[in-house]
């Protein structure tokens, strides 16, 4: 996260690199070079899962071709939690709350939801490694139906990970 911050923070204007030696207005910067690398790094993820959710259409187009139709609808679950979870991610709102935003975030709660979309790199690895996985068992009758519960987990687990990034906004806290 640190070379996001960073890179947001090198490519600002002059006038707000001046502006931010006025006192008061260096915090105001700063959360709003947050708001920016909080937006680029979902939307970087999200770029990232949308070519998961290519390879799983691909795969399932594959199926289709080899007759391979009664695994299509755990197919399409995968498929599905993926397009959610991304639609999701690109309109999600973002970074540091406004002074006139309905819904306030506090530094505890950015650096949570930084974490939380951190963690979304190592699940779409994950969820990478899954399609590989089922990409190798299309042969393999007995291997296939696993590697596919496999992908549906991890496509669920992300986007119930997801919900919960969504309840540091609503407070809600509670686990499900």
Do not use: C
Not at 100 to 114: G, M, Q, R, S, W
Not at 142 to 166: D, H, M
């Amino acid at each position: 996260m640190t070379d996001l911050l960073k890179r947001i923070t090198e490519d600002q204007d002059p006038f707000k690199k001046v502006a931010s030696h006025i006192p008061g207005f260096d915090g105001y910067v700063e959360r709003q070079n947050r708001r920016a690398a909080d937006k680029l790094l979902r939307e970087t993820v999200a770029e990232r899962f949308e070519s998961l959710w290519s390879r799983t259409s691909a795969l399932q187009t594959e199926m289709v071709s080899a007759g391979m139709i009664s695994y299509l609808d755990d197919m399409e679950r995968a498929a599905i939690q993926l397009r959610t979870f991304i639609d999701k991610i690109r309109t999600a709102s973002y970074g540091y709350s406004g002074l006139f935003d309905a819904v306030k975030i506090n530094e505890e709660e950015l650096t949570e939801l930084y974490q939380f979309d951190s963690a979304f790199f190592m699940a779409e690895e994950e969820i990478g490694r899954a399609l590989d996985n089922v990409e190798a068992s299309l042969g393999d009758e007995a291997g296939l139906p696993a590697a596919i519960r496999n992908l549906v987990g991890l496509s669920r687990e992300v986007a119930e990970a997801f919900k919960r990034r969504g309840d540091l906004f609503s407070g809600d806290t509670a686990e499900a």
